[in-house]
């Protein structure tokens, strides 16, 4: 039986936009301004997208602690110009050598974060020292910088640096995410020092300047980072502070597991969707989910949709839910890593037609909530991303990769036009980028309408959250054949993913991109 449901998230009447950036000197999006900002001023300087890439991804790291960092993961995709080459970038979690999967008996319920899986005893696998994985971020950084930058790497951090020393400046979005996650990150004493020092979440006077987190300690390993480079973090003296930083606090993080670390970087010839080409993010990502969920959509519909409606929206749902069940019931790793091929996401162009498509995480909202006390690392929770049920393609494992959410995509279409598409959300993820993908390809929309059109999300459960904006006639549509919830998008709590776009067009040679609209943080900037 289908049903069609208001949810009762109560909601504020917005009508909201955000125009599309077009620039000559190519553009980045990101999660959050500031960021975008030093990406652009890369570009600008004469960087090429994968410069700007870095830079910015150690500046959201800064600006944007809750969602990514160095204690974090990302998965990237780009095109080399140069080479006429896409690339994928795997550097995502491990779990460390010295895990056992007995430390994490099943309990009653459900976690109490993103996945829903089976609860665990005291949530260990959620939140605390024991959900910590091996971070694979600043390797991942390491490899593309060898392999493609044309800046040096202490340059590439120096934004992240300034931005560092001059603290974390807290406005009501910043109180607003602090405040939300206040309760866990109270329970331990170094995240509660740095993020609620009084006990409250920072909260800035009206009329008043804004309060400042002091990031001291983060400015300063980023600082060792930046001379000592990236071997320093997984070998060398960084590695020792912060392998005993981990276990002062109870963290299974050894020096073997930092010095085993290795990321993946190779080529890609990406996959056919209609007459475009993907080139999705390989490996334990969510990139092998969309190349069969846009497989499944192609097959249901026999020709190229050239408009919305509510045949192509139940065809996404069908095509999601389908590959979903697949998803989750056989993907993973073995503790060899013998399988083939809540986050921030960040694009970047160039003029030379470079694109970037990177997403990096800390997987849930402040990661694991337990702040490294001297070198100020956030740390990620990447033993969330197992399935704690034993005996399955994903569950828990010493050495082992988890299957994760991250889906970042660059298409290239019928006239050579190149887009990065990504996103933050969980499960919600691919969804997103699915639909943004079809609308640009199929529907032949612009940027613009792309990132302003209503979504549907369909990330393996029962129901589809349908967005408030969309047709009543697709609603109705949708409403014959799934239980569908009506939810409006909005600042928070976030019900669907939170995505970015960014194109070249290789006959005019601009770039246009796009920011996830009801963010009031996230911007493209342009590098004129």
């Given at each position: 039986r289908s049903t069609c449901r208001m949810s009762n998230v109560l909601a504020e009447k917005w009508s909201v936009t955000k125009p599309a950036v077009q620039s000559s000197g190519g553009v980045v999006t990101s999660q959050h301004y500031l960021a975008s900002e030093v990406g652009a001023r890369v570009l600008a300087q004469g960087g090429n997208a994968m410069d700007a890439a870095v830079a910015t991804s150690f500046a959201l790291g800064v600006v944007e602690p809750w969602m990514s960092g160095l204690g974090g993961c990302a998965?990237?995709?780009?095109?080399?110009?140069?080479?006429?080459?896409?690339?994928?970038?795997?550097?995502?979690?491990?779990a460390p050598l010295a895990?056992?999967?007995?430390?994490?008996?099943?309990?009653?319920?459900?976690?109490?974060?993103?996945?829903?899986?089976p609860g665990v005893f005291e949530n260990r696998n959620v939140m605390g020292p024991w959900s910590v994985a091996v971070p694979g971020l600043v390797a991942g950084l390491d490899a593309v910088v060898e392999r493609f930058a044309t800046w040096g790497w202490s340059d590439l951090i120096a934004p992240a640096i300034e931005l560092a020393e001059r603290g974390l400046r807290?406005?009501?979005?910043?109180?607003?995410?602090?405040?939300?996650?206040?309760?866990?990150?109270?329970r331990f004493p170094s995240s509660k020092a740095l993020f609620l020092a009084d006990g409250q979440a920072p909260v800035g006077e009206w009329g008043g300047p804004l309060p400042v987190i002091d990031l001291k300690a983060l400015h300063h390993t980023l600082q060792r980072l930046a001379v000592e480079g990236a071997e320093s973090f997984y070998r060398g003296s960084l590695a020792e502070d912060i392998v005993r930083d981990a276990s002062l606090l109870g963290m299974?993080?050894?020096?073997?597991?930092?010095?085993?670390?290795?990321?993946?970087?190779?080529?890609?010839?990406?996959?056919?969707?209609?007459?475009?080409?993907?080139?999705s993010a390989t490996g334990l990502s969510a990139g092998p989910t969309l190349q069969h969920a846009l497989g499944l959509l192609e097959q249901n519909i026999s020709g190229p949709p050239t408009a919305p409606d509510g045949q192509l929206y139940g065809a996404y749902a069908a095509a999601m839910n389908e590959a979903y069940a697949e998803r989750l019931c056989g993907f993973g790793d073995s503790p060899e890593g013998a399988i083939p091929s809540c986050t921030t996401h960040l694009n970047v162009v160039d003029r030379e037609g470079n694109v970037v498509a990177l997403t990096q995480t800390l997987l849930s909202l402040f990661g694991s909530k337990v702040v490294l006390p001297d070198t100020g690392i956030l740390m990620n929770n990447g033993m969330m991303w197992f399935d704690p049920t034993p005996d399955r393609a994903n569950s828990i494992a010493p050495g082992k990769r988890p299957l994760s959410n991250m889906c970042p995509v660059i298409m290239c279409d019928r006239v050579g036009r190149r887009t990065a598409i990504g996103a933050s959300g969980g499960r919600r993820i691919m969804s997103a980028v699915l639909q943004l993908l079809s609308f640009l390809a199929d529907c032949q929309m612009t940027v613009h309408d792309a990132i302003h059109q209503p979504r549907i999300d369909v990330s393996g459960g029962t129901d589809i959250t349908v967005d408030t904006l969309l047709d009543p006639d697709i609603v109705e549509f949708l409403s014959r054949h799934y239980s569908v919830i009506t939810i409006p998008q909005g600042v928070y709590p976030s019900?669907?993913?939170?995505?970015?776009?960014?194109q070249f067009d290789p006959h005019t040679g601009n770039s246009t991109g796009a920011a996830f609209v009801m963010s009031p943080v996230a911007a493209a900037v342009g590098a004129d």
């Open positions: 998965f990237m995709v780009t095109y080399s110009a140069a080479h006429d080459k896409t690339y994928v970038l795997e550097s995502g979690v491990r895990i056992d999967p007995a430390d994490y008996p099943l309990s009653t319920g459900f976690d109490s974060d993103l996945f829903n899986w807290v406005d009501w979005y910043s109180s607003l995410k602090i405040a939300s996650a206040a309760r866990d990150l109270s299974k993080l050894g020096v073997d597991d930092l010095k085993s670390y290795t990321p993946v970087l190779h080529a890609v010839d990406g996959f056919s969707y209609r007459d475009v080409t993907v080139n019900m669907y993913a939170c995505p970015g776009i960014a």
